[in-house]
């Protein structure tokens, strides 16, 4: 079974808005203006279903940095930032929500254009539920408090906690949900009170600099958001090290996130990080079928398998293996590929040719080491950065393709036997960020989730967020937890107040 590509021939008109938008300067946003890099230079953005060019976009280095850092450290300690009731800062990020909402249509052909995903995925989902994570958190605003606490004799001390926020703060966001991350980073932080130096991929850097548009239109102060596009080891390190910066949050992979925490030691800042994932999606023997196999393949499938919660790893109930793999594998070869714009593509190209590169990598890895394609295994054309969905069979658990995170569209089936030997083969990655399990007992399933060591177990459904649920890893898939009330941790420092009376 061979995946075809769909042709780019039906490929809609690029809004005026969004060529006029790809035409603009290269610039930073820092202190509220849109500012060259000092050093001059540029580098081009591009489009992962030709490999053409998009835009230039200013190449911000460490004297960028400290620019916005010099910026975000006069907007919170002495701007009106720092002196805004939190009710208006909750109606400054509703009313950033609401702009996202009303730019639907240019950010969903940018965010398309830049990272390769289907477009009626980007107007349905990555869009939207930004808009909604500006929203949610803008309720948190006026809700972060502290609490008094009894201590010593009756009526000696008056003691109580204050939340205040951490300060400036550095947010590293990563290339496969661009503008999705920058809103669970930037919306907690400005939240609570913090500012920010916000530095989007530099294989995605167009919705991140339409937001920095769209929060200069919503009425953010000055210096509250900064905006420095660049590379990692550039731009990214230097926030990283930065002896002016309180905090770095970062999303990406395990062996970056390392790098991160070794630059953070300078001034001890904290650090919180969402990173790779190896995530077992487990199918038992009494699953509904209907579900579970289209579950399946949309927990790997999904975002061309980009995704740090996929489901990569397969675990099947051997008395319905062959039944489960050859459902999913007929999935997978129905997958229409293409060019994210197209409105027929189900499935877009992988981000970049790196990662294109990384991903036929293990492909070749796998045959090498001895496992079976039941479908895909190679690249699509010549021309932008395909890859066909792939399952692996006849794998064992010593393999790379099985214990490495690939992130792409490839997924290892592994058969079990009962659940006594499961958790532990589900459990034996170094990574713990996500699990599924399919199964109609809830006993099974309760039991299971509790012995699966990762942030996220899904029953009978994968991949499912809200804005107030919890999202983070064990292990090396990070540190902390993003979105819903705990994220407020990441942003706040807890401040004692003890009054003799």
């Known amino acids: 079974m061979a995946t075809t590509l769909v042709s780019p021939a039906s490929l809609p008109d690029v809004l005026p808005g969004v060529r006029a938008f790809l035409s603009r300067r290269p610039t930073l946003l820092i202190n509220g203006q849109w500012v060259p890099a000092a050093s001059g230079r540029t580098f081009a953005t591009v489009n992962p279903a030709d490999g053409s060019e998009l835009a230039q976009i200013a190449a911000g280095d460490r004297e960028d940095v400290d620019r916005a850092v010099v910026a975000a450290r006069e907007a919170y300690e002495h701007g009106p930032w720092s002196r805004m009731p939190p009710a208006e800062r909750g109606k400054l990020i509703w009313r950033l929500g609401d702009l996202i909402d009303a730019n639907l249509d240019e950010l969903a052909q940018l965010e398309t254009l830049d990272n390769g995903k289907p477009l009626r995925v980007a107007r349905a989902a990555d869009i939207p539920g930004s808009a909604e994570m500006f929203r949610y958190m803008a309720g948190w605003a006026t809700k972060v408090a502290g609490a008094t606490i009894p201590m010593g004799a009756a009526h000696a001390f008056h003691t109580y906690t204050r939340r205040e926020p951490v300060g400036v703060v550095g947010q590293i966001i990563p290339w496969n949900f661009p503008l999705s991350m920058a809103s669970w980073k930037l919306a907690p932080a400005l939240a609570v009170g913090c500012t920010c130096i916000l530095k989007p991929a530099e294989q995605t850097p167009l919705t991140a600099l339409r937001l920095g548009e769209l929060i200069a239109e919503a009425g953010f102060p000055e210096g509250v958001v900064n905006i420095v596009t660049g590379f990692g080891e550039t731009a990214g390190a230097a926030i990283a090290e930065h002896p002016g910066i309180d905090k770095v949050a970062f999303t990406g992979s395990t062996e970056v996130g390392k790098l991160i925490v070794k630059a953070a030691t300078g001034n001890l800042k904290k650090v919180s990080l969402e990173l790779g994932g190896k995530s077992p999606n487990i199918v038992l023997a009494d699953a509904d079928m209907e579900a579970a196999i289209p579950g399946a393949a949309n927990a790997i499938f999904n975002n061309a398998g980009q ?112 659940l006594d030997e499961l958790a532990e083969r589900a459990n034996a990655t170094s990574y713990g960020l996500a699990a599924g399990i399919w199964t109609r007992d809830v006993s099974k399933a309760h039991i299971l989730a509790a012995k699966l060591k990762a942030g996220t177990v899904w029953v009978n459904t994968y991949g499912g967020g809200d804005p107030s649920v919890p999202f983070g890893g064990y292990k090396q898939s990070g540190w902390g937890r993003e979105r819903g009330e705990e994220v407020l941790e990441l942003y706040t420092e807890t401040k004692s107040v003890v009054v003799k009376l």
């Open 307 to 418: 995704v740090c919660v996929a489901g990569s790893r397969l675990f099947i109930q051997s008395s319905v293996y062959d039944n489960v793999l050859s459902g999913v594998a007929d999935n997978a070869a129905s997958i229409k590929v293409g060019p994210g714009l197209a409105s027929e593509t189900q499935m877009g190209p992988l981000v970049s040719s790196e990662q294109l590169e990384r991903v036929t990598g293990y492909l070749e890895e796998g045959v090498r080491s001895g496992a079976r394609p039941a479908v895909g295994g190679h690249r699509i054309g010549d021309v932008g950065y395909f890859v066909e969905p792939t399952i692996f069979t006849d794998v064992s658990d010593d393999m790379r393709i099985v214990r490495e995170e690939i992130f792409g569209p490839v997924v290892t089936a592994i058969p079990f036997k009962d």
